[in-house]
């Protein structure tokens, strides 16, 4: 769903439109800030192509689980 323009990979245009669709306009100074957007690629990219595959995006989404289950309990 954020693969906006449909190559398998999710690179920082595609976070940030996904950003901008899902969260509005309002939300633009924040989570599409470039910075935000350069920063978590950069956390869940592994093999540093700066661009995120199927499997590391799965990967993050185990992570951030993880991490809302641990603040959760
Ligand atoms: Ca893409
Ligand atoms: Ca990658």
Same mark, same amino acid.
């Given at each position: 769903? !954020? *693969?906006v323009d449909h190559d398998h990979l999710i690179c =920082? $245009?595609? /976070?940030?439109?996904a950003f901008t669709f899902y !969260?509005?306009? *309002? =939300?633009q100074n924040n989570?599409? *800030?470039d910075t935000v957007i350069e920063? /978590? @690629?950069m956390e869940v990219d592994y093999n540093g192509d700066g661009? @995120? $595959? !199927?499997?590391? !995006?799965k990967e993050m989404m185990t992570l951030a $689980?993880?991490?809302y289950d641990n603040s959760s309990l």
């Open positions: 769903m !954020f *693969d =920082a $245009s595609d /976070l940030k439109k !969260f509005g306009r *309002d =939300a989570a599409t *800030d920063r /978590l @690629i661009r @995120i $595959s !199927f499997e590391e !995006f $689980s993880t991490e």
